[in-house]
């Protein structure tokens, strides 16, 4: 109790351990069935050839002449991890980024 004699609760924050942190480039998912919000977070990144193969030059420099899987536009979305939540929660989800938002737009603007 509180010296005004009000209830209180103290939240201790710890790790797991496997905690881990991720970057994340965006997010996707939906609704399920038990209605839920599913959501998960990826990063993106070019794909990384298996193999690349150099012609070695005279004077030994390499000049690349093959690459497979030949480089093309795509990116990978590797999936981080995948979120579950209910409405209540992903309220104050949302609340929280707005918050951090508009504190970060503040900083931006000084």
């Not at 093959?66 to 979305?77: A, G, H, L, M, S």
Request: proline share 3%.
């Amino acid at each position: 109790m509180t010296k005004e004699n009000k209830p209180t609760i103290t939240y201790h924050y710890k790790k797991a351990n496997d905690y881990k942190t991720y970057h994340m480039d965006g997010v996707f998912g939906g609704i399920v069935s038990n209605g839920n919000i599913n959501f998960n977070v990826f990063t993106e990144k070019v794909v990384v050839p298996e193999r690349i193969t150099h012609e070695i030059s005279s004077d030994m420099k390499l000049k690349e002449i093959k690459r497979v899987p030949e480089q093309q536009n795509e990116i990978i979305r590797e999936l981080q991890a995948n979120f579950i939540m209910n409405i209540e929660t992903a309220k104050v989800v949302k609340k929280w980024l707005e918050d951090k938002i508009s504190n970060l737009e503040a900083q931006i603007k000084d």
